[in-house]
């Protein structure tokens, strides 16, 4: 594999993980059901991400932070809502 | 941050982003209710930890391969679950 292709699918890659909960947090919010998502899943999701920002200001990689940045937006406000909600469910 | 705090925090990062989709598949698995979650989040998430995995193998990173497929496997059997059992929620 040539160096541009490593580039390019690093990034799909990154683009992929940073919005792939985007639809979730959208269908979470305008539902507020959250019967079925994991507390546990999200929270070691959100811990996960949140460890991957600082080992990014580690190793200076402006891309890791900012991918994972955006993950944790949305990671978190699906955790907030299972949280908010999941007495009801 | 010294080598090794930094080492550690990326161990544990990857670590809680390779588990952390366990609980949601067992609970999935288990109550087959699968209404509230994102059919579009769960294929994205699938995508981009493949393409991960694909970067892994391009930067020779036997980390990178090792913890994203194991979080390729719990999110695929979540994903698989998804598609198997949304048309009865």
Known sequence: ?????????????????????LPQ?????VS???RDLSFWSYLLYCLGIFLWIVYGFYIGSVQMIVFNAVSLVFAGIIFVMIVRYRSRS
């Open 1 to 21: 594999m040539n160096n541009i292709a490593g580039e390019i699918i690093g990034y799909v890659a990154g683009i992929c993980t940073a919005v792939c909960f």
């Open 25 to 29: 947090s959208v269908k979470t919010i």
């Open 32 to 34: 507020k059901n959250v």
